[in-house]
């Protein structure tokens, strides 16, 4: 068992609450007396049901005793062995990316969605690429201007296009492969068109998987992953390993920081890491406190997505999940509800990050929020944090008696968008819809429920956008949450604009805020959206596309299935009876995040 004490410090007993500090080697829990009891009766059947143990014989009774799921389940759990399966390829996935550097490609370009894009991102953006290693970019969004971006590049030299798709279906994989191999063999002479393939790498399962991939038999080179290994849960293998290659890091020492922690969650107490995780994650979310703040060292911010993906789409089903919320910035405890669990994960420093987020984080304990630091030590940066979460989300979804290996309602907003799609070859057009009210770039789109009065009968035009923002925005269920999706192009600057709007729906709504790129996150927290909690409140944004690109072999462009995207998923939200608002920006997005901000202020007031 766990080293455990009870302490009050000058804050907490202040404010009268009892904080009570549970230890897992470097990780700390200060919990409030109040939800320690039951957390205890969790972490203590954990450790007495051997769960550690039983995830590594492989045994699906941990999650289910239905045959057949046992069995879907018991062929999902490869990513345990992941670390040490792969070591044998790093001699040859170092060799590859030499031949891509000498045959002078200058940039690599992830083509996937979700699990499939997400590790890259990370290993992208949270280490410095050495100086051998070629910049690699993920194209997750289906926005042309993304797109396009994309095909800018090319103008400074060649790319290596990585085709990362777990099925080999993946609609937006296989459009982006459609453009940039139509792109690549218009700009090579006749004679060297057989040879585009060149250009290519598929990351993909072996037999139907790789056969559904157009081209694939004329590709430089395919990597097949174990088919036993789910999508979000690939970080260590080809899905991550095959881009950190290319970006010229250490593949050794990530699979080793990843075996590392892989062996310290054989342990069979609760000084296993991931089990401790889990379990508190699972403990604290039967309890209500189901929204887990992630606090991230700023190195390792971009973490954040893909642990918001891996947890979402693994809890969130059946009515139950953790909603993981990335990118709010610490806020005093006044902006808070009583759903919240703070997961801070940072490296020893005394930095001035350090320093302030130890005071806020003091700060919400004593005000009665649970807080976890966990502690990085050498031998735990990103490989080891990858698997620390896999097992500990694992962990969490037997707590809260849910399959943490299927997505059962991530096919919901793909059927929609079809039937949204076929709508538009029968018709030449997208379904028309109805506005609530329209003010200078704005035009916003309400669900059924958003058009109707309290007595049922039709809402008159509405007075003005922050009233209707007012109105949606009332609608979000106690302990519910605002997750605002956003249907364009990511950038830097749209980014930013985006986490202001989330912190300031957070700050004047004490909700807990998410933020998403569609298409992306249909992928990941879509699932979660859709089959976990009924709290979410939805804002989807999107635009115009004054610039758009068509895809080849398609009546449909890439502006078309984006928007279709955007309907699809809307339509399904609003089948769950969700509430759910649309706000077209107009043709420039930025101009239009700035009004949205200046009409959000107005609709929630001081």
Not at 52 to 63: C, G, H, K, P, Y
Not at 375 to 387: A, H, I, T, V, Y
């Amino acid at each position: 068992m766990t080293e455990t004490s009870e302490t009050i410090d000058a804050s907490s007993q202040a404010s009268g609450t009892t904080v009570v500090t549970r230890n897992s080697g470097d990780d700390r829990l200060r919990v409030p007396a109040s939800l320690a009891e039951e957390l205890d009766h969790v972490l203590a059947r954990v450790q007495g049901e051997s769960w550690a143990q039983r995830i590594w014989d492989r045994d699906a009774s941990l999650w289910t005793n239905v045959g057949d799921v046992a069995t879907s389940i018991e062929n999902r759990l490869g990513w345990l062995d992941a670390p040490t399966r792969f070591q044998d390829e790093i001699v040859s996935l170092q060799a590859f990316a030499q031949g891509i550097r000498e045959e002078g490609f200058v940039r690599a370009v992830v083509c996937g969605m979700g699990g499939s894009s997400l590790a890259p991102d990370v290993l992208g953006r949270a280490y410095p690429r050495s100086a051998s290693g070629l910049p690699v970019f993920v194209l997750d969004s289906t926005d042309p201007e993304a797109v396009g971006a994309i095909e800018d590049l090319e103008q400074d030299g060649n790319s290596l296009y990585l085709i990362a798709t777990k099925s080999g279906t993946t609609t937006e994989t296989l459009s982006f492969l459609a453009y940039f191999w139509d792109e690549e063999r218009a700009q090579a002479p006749w004679y060297r068109r057989s040879e585009a393939g060149d250009s290519f790498v598929a990351i993909t399962d072996p037999g139907k998987s790789l056969e559904a991939i157009p081209h694939s038999d004329l590709f430089r080179e395919t990597f097949l992953n174990p088919e036993d290994v789910g999508g979000r849960y690939s970080a260590l293998t080809y899905v991550g390993l095959v881009p950190a290659a290319l970006l010229g890091l250490d593949v050794g020492a990530l699979l080793g920081d990843g075996a590392q922690m892989a062996e310290r969650c054989r342990a069979t107490d609760l000084e296993n890491p991931g089990v401790f995780l889990g379990a508190v994650m699972g403990g604290l979310a039967v309890q209500g406190r189901d929204k887990l703040t992630l606090v991230l060292e700023p190195e390792l911010a971009p973490f954040g997505a893909w642990v918001e993906q891996l947890i979402a789409e693994s809890t969130g089903k059946h009515g139950v999940g953790i909603v993981p919320v990335d990118g709010e910035p610490l806020g005093a405890p006044e902006v808070y509800g009583e759903d919240r669990v703070f997961v801070r994960v940072a490296r020893p420093g005394t930095t001035e990050w350090h320093a302030s987020s130890d005071a806020a984080l003091d700060a919400l304990s004593a005000a009665g929020h649970p807080v976890l630091d966990i502690l990085l030590q050498d031998g735990e940066w990103l490989g080891g944090e990858f698997f620390r979460w896999e097992f500990a989300t694992a962990v969490a979804g037997a707590v809260l008696d849910v399959n943490p290996f299927d997505e059962p309602n991530v096919t919901e907003s793909k059927e929609n968008t079809r039937a949204v799609l076929k709508e538009f070859h029968d018709a030449g057009q997208l379904p028309a819809e109805t506005a609530l009210v329209s003010e200078g770039r704005l035009t916003l789109v309400g669900d059924a429920q958003l058009h109707l009065t309290n007595d049922g009968s039709e809402v008159a035009p509405g007075e003005n956008v922050a009233a209707e923002l007012r109105r949606h925005l009332g609608r979000v269920p106690r302990n519910g949450y605002l997750g605002t999706h956003a249907y364009f192009a990511p950038t830097d600057e749209r980014t930013e604009a985006l986490r202001g709007i989330q912190a300031l729906l957070r700050d004047r709504t004490r909700h807990a805020s998410t933020l998403g790129y569609g298409p992306r996150f249909l992928h990941s927290t879509g699932q979660l959206h859709k089959g976990g909690p009924r709290t979410g409140c939805f804002l989807q944004l999107v635009a115009g596309h004054p610039d758009d690109l068509d895809i080849p072999g398609k009546k449909e462009s890439f502006g078309v299935l984006i928007d279709a995207q955007a309907l699809g998923d809307f339509q399904s939200l609003q089948s769950h009876e969700l509430p759910v608002l649309r706000v077209h920006l107009g043709d420039d997005p930025d101009a239009g995040l700035a009004e949205l901000r200046t009409a959000l202020e107005a609709a929630l007031g001081s």
